[in-house]
């Protein structure tokens, strides 16, 4: 009878124990199902990040462009302003020598 005792506490520890494997085995299975979960969840992620990134560098690319179109075009503009007033400050140096010859003539005239 001690035979059949032992054998059978044995058997009852066997069946406790791979009980506890199972559990153990499954708290593995959920533990790496939820990893690979939180890995997809972070790729996810990461690969948004590099497209919002990616959207972010070519407006800020398009804006540089466009700025740099703007300052072009104003220093074009600023150049024909230039030489705008020096062709005004000329015409007003001939505008001022013509009417000093005229001031001249008419004094000549009047004496």
Do not use: C, W
């Not at 494997?21 to 593995?28: K, Y």
């Not at 939820?34 to 990134?53: F, Q, Y």
């Not at 705008?84 to 001249?104: H, N, P, T």
């Amino acid at each position: 009878a001690g035979f059949r005792e032992e054998r059978d506490a044995l058997a009852a520890e066997v069946e406790r124990l791979k009980g506890r494997l199972q559990d153990a085995f499954d708290d593995l299975t959920t533990a790496e199902q939820r990893a690979e979960g939180a890995e997809a969840e972070l790729t996810t992620k990461v690969i948004e990040m590099e497209s919002e990134a990616e959207v972010a560098a070519e407006d800020a690319s398009e804006t540089i462009r466009a700025e740099q179109e703007r300052n072009h075009e104003l220093t074009m503009q600023l150049d024909e302003l230039e030489q705008r007033i020096s062709q005004a400050e000329a015409a007003g140096a001939d505008a001022g020598a013509a009417s000093e010859a005229l001031v001249a003539a008419r004094e000549q005239l009047g004496q």
